[in-house]
């Protein structure tokens, strides 16, 4: 199984823009499926962007027009552009995949914390 790992997350002004990447053990071909999700304390997880091993991309609502779902297979990686960020964005960030969706291999999250 592939192991993910995420990274890029920090601390970041309302309005300013972060780069998250999630990077394989292994080959992400097998990897039909790729999303990023995030989840606050005491809340469910949700399902930020998800993107097809063809590329087609599905956003939530919250984060259309503000943030970009990328992948690279001869990289292993998978990334999110994450522009005019809001303090409602503050959250821990995972990435999975898998050849359904969710997938079974997840990441063990990366922090995101929107604050002036």
């Known amino acids: 199984q592939v192991q993910l790992v995420e990274s890029g997350g920090g601390l970041v002004q309302p309005g300013g823009s972060l780069r998250l990447s999630c990077t394989a053990s292994g080959s992400i071909l097998n990897l039909y499926f790729m999303s990023w999700h995030r989840q606050v304390a005491g809340k469910q997880r949700e399902v930020v962007a998800t993107i097809t091993k063809g590329g087609l991309t599905n956003y939530a609502d919250s984060v259309k027009g503000r943030f970009t779902i990328s992948r690279d297979n001869v990289k292993n990686s998978m990334y999110l552009q994450m522009n005019n960020l809001k303090p409602e964005d503050t959250a821990v960030y995972y990435c999975?995949?898998?050849?359904?969706?969710?997938?079974?291999?997840w990441g063990q999250g990366t922090q995101v914390t929107v604050s002036s």
């Open positions: 999975s995949g898998g050849v359904d969706w969710p997938g079974n291999s």
